[in-house]
Each structure stands twice: as structure tokens, then as C-alpha cells.
């Protein structure tokens, strides 16, 4: 294997990770990052029956941040939705389960479960490898046009796609490395929400990317023909509110998406906030940047705040039609190389700490900070400042590379070169996550809480000389699920959303989302996840609705994620049937009657959605 193009200075190709790593005393979740797991091979004896001519071979399963590793499985790779369907109807005859699979790129068991056996009666259809076409469906009067898009399309492609043609949307995912099936079964989204005085232009919306869909085709049981068979609904016919965010526990095959003219942004970044000042209660002196102020002047707001530093990195991306002399044009997506490419040093540390020197959290916190500030900013003065061992990491070597990459705090373009950051080659951590429904005016108050209680819990593990968070804490914004967005009268939101609004809040229409991420195995982490998983449960019933994030981790026990049973099948129906009207109960209902004999589904989501 060729070395990577990024293989320059201090940037780290795979052969060099690979040493690197080994050298730091084993840090293999590293290598997750640049080498894909689970290579494929023809095995003999595929289970009889299979339809002819289909491509079938053996693989293991690995999720984002190998958490979820299974043995190899049996999967296929179909050609066409009416293979997708013979495989299902041969799973149903044959006593197996059937289970789409995308790019993997998600934390929670909705695929399949963590040590899954070769000897489980389960296929796994990979829709990435040739379901991914798309074309133009249809252009709108009012510059909005609709894309038809298979679902094995990556979202990376999809709004390359959109964007040829001069659509875009509002809010994306960082990672364009996420297949269009995933991201509308977990409600995908961004982070925005209507700046002061916006008002979106048609194609638009502040919610997910499932609430873009006017269509969708997907699976299901047919009891007149005794067989599954591919239906389209359209987004205001009865069912299509429960396939549009799914979960796994059915398989889409295609979709519409209304996308609108796309818009050039300008993205700043900002790392002279102290978190006190960005994260203050309400009610601080005029003057104050708080993070509610810039979310009301960009209306696009991203808070990255390492472990153990006082800084977070501030993203705001505001709509702005042409270049500003300060800013840097972009013509393509990822533009942050300091985080795609590892410099080596930073590996070896994390390798120090995936290798048992989790003391070392506070460090590598500061060195993820200083590493984007030199990176964005140039500002090499407080590295200077610091001490030797963030010296001996951030090297005159790796200080030269960064800045030879050109400073990038200030960036302009098209919509999608500046939405998508991540990279696959980007460190793999593991991640919990939650939606807080607010009223807008309460967004300050969330993220105060969280913030105090938060840096209080991290100093009080330190104390006992446990350091159980070693990335960063990340905060979103965006709205609530508006289906009028989708441009279909009669449409519903996505009912299992964690976007959809309370019918009896109707003031609630704001959600801020909060993650936190740390190296997968990191001791004491599930115990400090839960804390922060009942802190979060525990605010005020009367301002706050809280949802998990479906594709991250949630239900923690002391010791593991989607494993409470009180949050399984207590907190989290509670939170979709808070207010009333559709939401779970129907969508379970649905889902049940869509696939009466749970071909398309796993004990897991048996047991959540009951």
C-alpha cells in the first residue's frame, strides 16, 4: 500500500501511524482511523438458497470507534433494490434476519450487536457498494429542487452532487463518510437554527436531514402476497412519519430529499473565549460573548472545548454571498489537515494513553487545543509559554508544518466546503450524546448548567486521580423538526426524531446538542457517562426535554452504554411521548406492522422498542 499524499513534514501516513503507534506501546484503535477494518474475503458455503448471482463473502463488523466488533458475518452486496428485496424475502423463508449496512459509521448497536457469532442467522446487505446513484427528480419555481438518491450514497457525494447544480442545504454532519440510508434512520443533522432576522429560503430547514424527505421507499411486509415487497410512500401518506427516522428497525432503499439554492458561508474560529465567559449564566454584563450571542448573529454555532483546558474552539459559519478580503476561498471540503493527518508526536501520546497513561489526559488536552490554535490562528505564543512536555510533543518540526499548511481561522466558500470536516482518518473516539428542547431564549441556560457541572464532575475524578474524558465536549444548535420545510403539504414531522417539537411546547424550538468524547475503553468512563446522562435526565421538566442522540451512546450503566433498563425502556419513551399527540407509540406500532416477523430487526431493537 502506497503511503498517503499527507505523508509530508510532520503529518502521519498509514505506515508511519503504524510504526508510530506500535512504537507508543500498541495504540491500535489508531489505526481504525486510516485503515479500514474488515476486509473482505470469498469464503466457501454460502447458506443455500441465497438468490443467484449475488455477491456474498464473509466480514467482520466494526463500527466508528471499534467499539462493536463481531466476528465475520455473512454479507452481500446487492446490486439493485430488487436484490435488496430478494435477500430479505430468502431471509424471511430461511429463518434469518436481514440488516442494512451502510459505512459503519455510527456508536450504537442499531446494526448489530458487539461479539456477534459467525454462527448468528443474520446477512448483512452493504448498500455502499453499488446502491449510490442519485440524479435531479425534479426543479422548483421558487430555485428548490428535489434528489432522488439511493441509499448507499455517501452524504459526501450527495451534497457534491447538489451543489454542481447550485443546491445546498442548510445543516449537514461534519463527516461526509456517512452513507444517506444511516443518516436519515438516526435523524442526521448539523447544527443551525434562523440567525437574527433570517428567514430560510425554500429547500431549507433548521431541523434534520430526514425532515428533507417528500419520499422514500423502503420494505415491507405484504400479508395479501405473503411476501416483502418494495413500497414508495410519499411524506404525507400514512407510515411515512415512522420510516423517516427508523432506527434499523426498517430498510429504506431510496429517498427524495428537498434540497434549495445553496448559499456561499464564511466559517470563523475563534480561541481566545474563556469557557467561563462563553458558557456564563444568563443575565452576564452587556458585552459578554456568550454562546447564545454568536448563535443569534450567525445563527450556525459549533463549541469545541477539550479536556482540561479553559478555551473551547468557537465555529460560527454565517451566510455571506461574496469572498470577505480577510477570509480564505475553499473549493473543496476538509480544511482542517491539522485534524485529518495525525502529526506524529500527538499520536504517540495518545498511544500513551491508550497504553495505560491516562494521567495524561490534561496534557493531551492542551496539546489538541494549542495544536488548532497554532493550526488556525498562527499564534505560537502560548506554546512557547508552556511547559516541557508540551514542548516535547508540539516541536519546532511539527510548529513549521502547521503553519506551512496556511492559516485557516477565517474560511469562505460553497456551503458543503465549509459544513463537512471530518475525515475518516480523524482520531476515533467514542461518544455519548443528547438533545436538550428548549425555548431559544433558554439555550444560555442549558449550556451554563451542563458547563458548571461538567467541569465540576471532571475536577472531582481528577481528584481521585481518575481521568476518564481525554477528547473534547462538543455543543450544537439547531432547530426543531418544521415539515414544511419538505414542501409537502400534509407532511408530519419524523416521529421517533429527537427533533421532533412538543405539541403542547409549541415555544420549545430549539435543541442544543451535547457530546462528549473520549478514547474508546478509557477507564471510569461509562460511570462519568452517566452521571451526565442523569444530570441531563434530571433538569428542570418544566424548561428542558431531553432525547438521546440515536447514533451515539446513552443508557449507561456504571460499567456500559445501552444498558439501563430504567433509561431503555423508561426515560427514553418517556421523552418521545412527553406532550402528547404521534410520536413513539405509533411509530412503534408502525415500525411492528411494517415487518411483522422481525426479519428486518435485532434483540436489541426488539427490546427497546418493545
Not at 502506497?2 to 489505526?31: C, N, T
Not at 429547500?203 to 413500497?231: F, I, K, M, P, Q
Not at 451512546?553 to 402528547?580: F, K, N
Request: aromatic share 8%; with cysteine; net charge negative.
Amino acid at each position: 500500500m502506497a503511503d498517503d499524499p499527507s505523508d509530508q513534514g510532520g503529518a502521519l501516513s498509514r505506515r508511519r501511524l503504524l510504526a508510530s503507534s506500535a512504537a507508543a506501546g500498541g495504540a491500535v484503535w489508531l489505526l481504525r482511523g486510516l485503515v479500514r477494518p474488515g476486509s473482505a474475503h470469498a469464503a466457501a458455503g454460502p447458506p443455500p438458497g441465497l438468490p443467484a448471482g449475488l455477491d456474498v463473502y464473509q466480514r467482520a463488523y466494526e463500527n466508528w470507534a471499534g467499539e462493536i466488533r463481531t466476528d465475520e458475518l455473512w454479507t452481500c452486496a446487492p446490486r439493485t433494490p430488487q436484490e435488496v428485496l430478494d435477500v430479505v424475502n430468502w431471509a424471511y423463508g430461511a429463518g434469518w434476519t436481514a440488516r442494512a449496512q451502510g459505512r459503519r459509521h455510527g456508536w450504537a448497536p442499531l446494526t448489530v450487536a458487539d461479539g456477534t457469532l459467525a454462527a448468528t442467522r443474520v446477512i448483512l446487505l452493504d448498500t455502499t457498494a453499488h446502491l449510490t446513484a442519485m440524479t435531479v427528480d425534479e426543479q422548483a419555481a421558487d430555485g428548490s429542487a428535489t434528489v432522488r438518491v439511493q441509499a448507499g450514497a455517501s452524504l459526501e457525494a450527495l451534497l457534491a452532487f447538489a451543489g454542481t447544480g447550485g443546491y445546498g442545504v442548510t445543516a449537514a454532519p461534519a463527516p461526509g463518510d456517512l452513507s444517506v440510508g444511516g443518516a436519515l434512520a438516526v435523524g442526521a443533522h448539523g447544527t443551525a437554527v434562523p440567525a437574527a432576522g433570517e428567514t430560510p429560503s425554500p429547500g431549507h430547514g433548521y431541523g434534520s436531514l430526514s425532515n428533507l424527505v417528500t419520499e422514500l421507499t423502503a420494505v415491507v411486509w405484504d400479508g395479501g402476497a405473503g411476501r416483502y415487497v418494495l413500497r414508495t410512500v410519499g411524506r404525507a401518506e400514512p407510515d411515512c412519519d415512522a420510516l423517516l427516522t427508523h432506527l434499523g428497525r426498517s430498510l429504506v432503499t431510496e429517498a427524495v430529499l428537498r434540497v434549495g439554492a445553496d448559499s456561499n458561508l464564511r466559517c470563523r474560529s475563534y480561541l481566545d473565549i474563556p469557557a467561563t465567559e462563553l458558557f456564563a449564566a444568563p443575565g452576564a454584563p452587556a458585552g459578554t460573548r456568550t454562546l447564545a450571542g454568536f448563535v443569534d448573529a450567525a445563527g450556525r454555532a459549533e463549541a469545541i472545548w477539550f479536556a482540561f483546558t479553559d478555551k473551547p474552539w468557537l465555529k460560527t459559519w454565517t451566510v455571506t454571498p461574496d469572498r470577505p478580503l480577510a477570509a480564505r476561498a475553499v473549493s473543496e471540503p476538509y480544511n482542517y489537515p491539522f485534524s485529518d493527518s495525525i502529526p506524529e508526536p500527538v499520536a504517540r501520546l495518545a498511544g500513551d494513553l491508550v497504553s495505560g497513561a491516562w494521567a495524561s489526559a490534561p496534557l493531551f488536552g492542551q496539546v489538541q487545543y494549542l495544536l488548532a490554535k497554532v493550526a488556525l490562528t498562527g499564534d505560537i505564543t502560548d506554546v512557547l509559554l508552556s511547559g516541557t512536555l508540551v514542548q516535547d510533543v508540539l516541536t519546532g518540526d511539527v510548529l513549521t508544518h502547521l503553519l506551512a499548511d496556511g492559516l485557516r481561522s477565517d474560511l469562505w466558500g460553497a456551503s458543503r466546503n465549509l459544513l463537512e470536516y471530518v475525515r475518516p482518518t480523524t482520531l476515533r473516539e467514542t461518544a455519548n450524546g443528547y438533545a436538550v428542547l428548549v425555548r431559544r431564549a433558554d439555550l444560555q441556560w442549558v449550556v451554563s448548567r451542563f458547563a458548571d457541572f461538567y467541569r465540576t464532575l471532571l475536577a472531582q475524578y481528577a481528584a481521585r486521580g481518575e481521568y476518564p474524558v481525554n477528547g473534547q465536549v462538543e455543543i450544537r444548535v439547531t432547530g426543531l423538526e418544521d415539515p414544511s420545510a419538505c414542501g409537502v403539504p400534509g407532511a408530519r414531522p419524523p416521529l421517533l426524531s429527537a427533533l421532533r417539537p412538543r405539541p403542547d411546547r409549541p415555544d420549545a424550538d430549539t435543541a442544543v446538542w451535547i457530546d462528549i468524547l473520549s478514547l474508546p475503553a478509557t477507564p471510569a468512563l461509562p460511570r462519568f457517562y452517566r452521571e451526565v446522562e442523569q444530570f441531563l435526565l434530571a433538569l428542570d421538566g418544566d424548561r428542558a426535554t431531553v432525547r438521546v442522540e440515536w447514533s451515539k451512546g446513552w443508557a449507561y450503566t456504571e460499567t456500559a452504554a445501552w444498558s439501563d433498563q430504567d433509561v431503555l425502556t423508561g426515560a427514553i419513551p418517556a421523552s418521545h411521548r412527553a406532550g402528547g399527540g404521534p410520536g413513539w407509540d405509533e411509530a412503534v406500532a408502525v415500525l411492528g406492522r411494517l415487518d411483522p416477523h422481525h426479519v428486518l430487526s435485532t434483540p436489541f431493537l426488539d427490546a427497546l422498542l418493545g
